[in-house]
């Protein structure tokens, strides 16, 4: 099944190019054409209208959405309720993403993902699984009874997924070493945070295999004059990626300017660390017990503690625009392009270029979402 978008703005590795037909052929996109190529001829077609056609959004930290939180029941319809909730906004690519847990639940968590990928769910591309291995200092909202030491006997458990992708959040004071090594071989995406871990420790992870910094300068130790620490060694290494969360609240903009002039910008990712009330009316949810109240869009436990956002990847997309004077280009390549090459799917997600699985997000020029494709079938 073959169908033709023409007349749209295509964002491709040298920019917008307009005046030319996107031919996806099922679940990929065969090829960009001349209106006129016969390869177009007879295929039906949709008028995109002179809108912007980009990579579809992916995600590499989604707890909830449509009032639902993975934690709570992790199983495949509470990933199929996430993953809808956050389409509307332009995600076709996604981490479920479970914070501190039981082991216990842990395992339902990956086991529920391996069934949604198993059914071909759309847009779910594995797991994340953000502690129970953290510092106690930098916790956040995550439940202290659940944090601990990684040591070899959970490999096992952690590695559990046969297909798609685990990303594991941990702080490498709580580990050694050797075993995000042992992750990493084991195919793991090692990244680092909510950790007091020193330079030294960090740099020794990162020749370990860890690959990445999840929310980078939130629940870390702080850059100090002597003790350039966690958030030190992530902007001075080259070669890992950064979370970052841009919606205005989270991290001054100043930082994330700062640390976009430190690092290659194609090291960068913009997640959501989005929870329940993302595509959802209610303005409270509950998190392992606890109640979390969103007021002017910033979620908060009774204590004040930010917990998660309500922050959806169109709004961050456009906050990235508005915040760091950043292109529309930039901005949605750190939504699609560089999170596909940290999860290691850049040569299959993240671009509009033949043979490219057919992901993609309409903006129009408001940088709102109009429509998304997801392996070539379009949203309602
Ligand atoms: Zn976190």
């Keep these: 099944m073959r169908t033709a978008l023409v007349n749209g703005r295509l964002l491709t590795g040298s920019g917008f190019v307009s005046g030319c037909t996107l031919l ?7 090829a960009l054409l001349d209106p006129r190529d016969p390869r177009c001829a007879g295929v039906p077609s949709v008028d995109l209208e002179g809108q912007m056609l980009l ?25 199929r309720a996430i993953g809808a909730a956050h389409r509307v906004f332009g995600t076709t690519g996604f981490l479920p993403t479970l914070i501190s847990d039981d082991l216990d639940t842990i395992g339902r968590a990956i086991d529920a993902v391996q069934a949604a990928l198993d059914s071909s769910m759309p847009g779910v591309l594995g797991i994340h699984i953000e502690g129970p291995f ?23 458990l952690l590695c559990r997924l046969r297909t798609g992708r685990t990303v594991l959040t941990l702080a ?10 042992k992750l990493a ?46 958030v030190g060694a992530a902007l001075y290494d080259e070669t890992t990626w950064c979370g970052i969360i841009v919606d205005g609240h989270h991290v001054d903009p100043i930082m994330l300017k700062l640390a976009l002039r430190c690092k290659r910008h194609d090291r960068f990712m ?49 906050n990235a625009v508005a915040l760091l004077d950043l292109d529309i280009a930039a901005a949605a390549r750190m939504a699609s392009e560089y ?16 043979g490219y699985r057919a992901n993609l997000v309409l903006l129009d020029q408001e940088l709102m979402v109009r429509k998304t494709w997801i392996e070539g079938l379009v949203s309602a």
């Design 185 to 230: 071989a084991g195919g793991i995406l090692v990244s680092a945070g909510h950790s007091e871990a020193n330079y030294a420790q960090t740099t020794a992870a990162i020749a370990h295999g860890l690959r990445g910094f999840t929310h980078l300068f939130n629940a870390m130790a702080r850059l100090e004059p002597r003790d350039p620490g966690i």
């Design 270 to 318: 913009l997640v959501t660390d989005a929870m329940p009330a993302v595509g959802s009316a209610h303005s409270t949810f509950i998190l392992q017990g606890r109640t979390i109240r969103v007021v002017d869009g910033i979620c908060r436990d009774q204590n004040g503690t930010l917990a998660g956002t309500a922050l959806d990847m169109s709004a961050a997309v456009r």
């Design 134 to 156: 953290l510092n106690w200092a930098r916790r956040g909202v995550h439940d202290s009874k659940h944090l601990r030491q990684l040591d070899a006997s959970l490999l096992s």
């Design 172 to 181: 490498p004071e709580m580990t050694t070493p050797d075993i995000i090594a």
């Design 339 to 354: 999170p596909a090459e940290f999860l290691g799917l850049g040569h299959e997600l993240g671009r509009i270029a033949p």
């Design 24 to 30: 996806l052929s099922g679940a990929r996109i065969e």
């Design 55 to 79: 990579p579809g959004f992916i995600d590499v930290q989604v707890n909830g959405g449509g009032g639902v939180l993975f934690n709570d029941d992790p199983a495949p319809e509470s990933i």
